[in-house]
Each structure stands twice: as C-alpha cells, then as structure tokens.
C-alpha cells in the first residue's frame, strides 16, 4: 500500500511532468510558427509596398498630367468649380467659381461630365497645351468657352512626401529590428509601412490598371492610417497599466 501511494503521489511543485513538459513544447512551436508566418507576410508586403512605390516614382516621371488650373468638386451629379488657381488656364478662359462643367470637346450632349476622373481622362485625350473646348452652366445659362489651354500639373510635393514616406519605414524598420519582442512592435511597424503606402503613392492620372491599383491602394492606406494610430494610442497606455498592477516594481 506504500509503494502503491509514493507511487501515485503527484510530482513536487516545480518539477515538470512529462505532459507539462510536452504542452509547453507545444505551445513553444506555435508562438514559434506564428512568429514565422508573420515575418514572412511582413516581409512580403514590404517588398511589394517599396517596387510598387518605386513602379509609380518611375511612372510619374514619365507621364505628364495635365491641368486646366481649376478646383472642380464632385456635388450632385455634376463638378462645380470652387477654386480657381490665379493666371491658370482656367482663369484666363473665363471660368467662374461656381460653373457647372457639362461636358469638354466632342462629349456626347446627353453625357454629363460627373467625376475628376472622366475629366482628366478628357483633358488627357487633348494633350498639354492643346486648345479645349468646355460648356458650362452658369447660374442655368449654357456658357462655351473655347480657349482652355492645359499646362502640365505640378507634381513637386510628391517628391516631399516620398520622403516622409521614406521616413516612416525607416522609424519602422529600426523598431521592429531592434525591439522585435517589444509590445506592440509589429503594430507600430503596420502603421509605418501603411504610413508608407499613403505618402508614397500617387495617382498619375494615366488610366490603366496599374494606377487604379495605386489610387486604391491609396484610399485605404488613408483609411487604414488613421484606425491603426488610435488603435495603438488606445491599447499601449493600457497594456502598461496592467503590467504595473501584476507587478509594481517592474516599472520602478
């Protein structure tokens, strides 16, 4: 009955068992598996965020975007003019903030112009410097105005925020290196390499598939931006009252 009972009895307190042992195995090879998958998702779309970045500075180079000089706002159907740029072409044709744009050259006449996109589609099809003709509506009278000359848009700020963009994944990179293990490291890493995409892509106003992919891209790099820093000032505050209240003395 003795042996029976020594044989029985459970293993001292801090001497692990076969089965601990093995669930601690376990779980070592799933944080390890997770950590794997995750610096190669990582890594994968870094690369593929930077030759993109790199396709559009390239592409951007190459093509020349045209302007008529005028502020248009998408609003209820039609794009209305809010701004003008000072001796544009806009302004010396005579459009008036508040014209209704209709249609540009050869559009059909039951076929408004609704969106930047088609106009710029539009403007691109005449070329820079070439002459354009625009119906407005002004105040509901139907105004032609036949001496809109495109000049080549002014694209100098991207390059800034290429570097801003530059800046982010560099901040990025030296944190997820340095502190990989750190809380929130990997967020904050997301954050820059989303921080990236926004600032460094840029919508050339060449209508192909590519740069459809960079306006999207864009649009939810915007999106995401925002949601990503709140998330992170929300949950990192947070995390390091809990490890004070476990353990006081570790932050002293």
Not at 44 to 54: E, K, P, S
Not at 195 to 219: D, E, P, Q
Request: hydrophobic share 45%; proline share 4%; charged share 20%.
């Amino acid at each position: 009955m003795a042996s029976q009972l020594l044989q029985s009895r459970p293993a001292p307190l801090g001497v692990p068992t076969r089965l601990g042992t093995a669930r601690f195995g376990n779980q070592r090879m799933r944080k390890d598996s997770i950590v794997r998958f995750t610096t190669v998702i990582l890594a994968l779309l870094t690369a593929a965020t930077v030759v993109f970045a790199y396709i559009n500075w390239r592409k951007e180079a190459q093509f020349v975007t045209s302007t008529d000089g005028v502020w248009w706002k998408e609003q209820t159907g039609f794009l209305v003019a809010k701004g003008i740029a000072p001796n544009g072409p806009g302004e010396k044709a005579g459009i008036k903030v508040g014209d209704r744009l209709l249609r540009i050259n050869n559009r059909p006449k039951d076929q408004t112009i609704k969106s930047n996109a088609e106009k710029e589609l539009y403007l691109d099809r005449s070329g820079v410097y070439s002459r354009a003709t625009y119906l407005l509506d002004r105040q509901g009278v139907n105004i032609e105005v036949t001496s809109v000359i495109p000049v080549p848009a002014d694209n100098s700020m991207n390059q800034g925020l290429r570097l801003i963009a530059l800046i982010y994944l560099g901040i990025g990179l030296y944190v997820l290196f340095r502190r990989w293990t750190a809380p929130k490291s990997t967020h904050f890493y997301i954050f820059c390499l989303v921080s990236f995409a926004l600032y460094s892509f840029h919508f050339t106003g060449k209508h192909n598939a590519f740069n459809w992919i960079i306006f999207w891209s864009n649009v939810v790099a915007e999106l995401l931006q925002a949601a990503l820093f709140l998330h992170f000032a929300l949950t990192f505050p947070e995390k390091r009252s809990e490890d004070r209240r476990i353990n006081p003395t570790a932050y002293q």
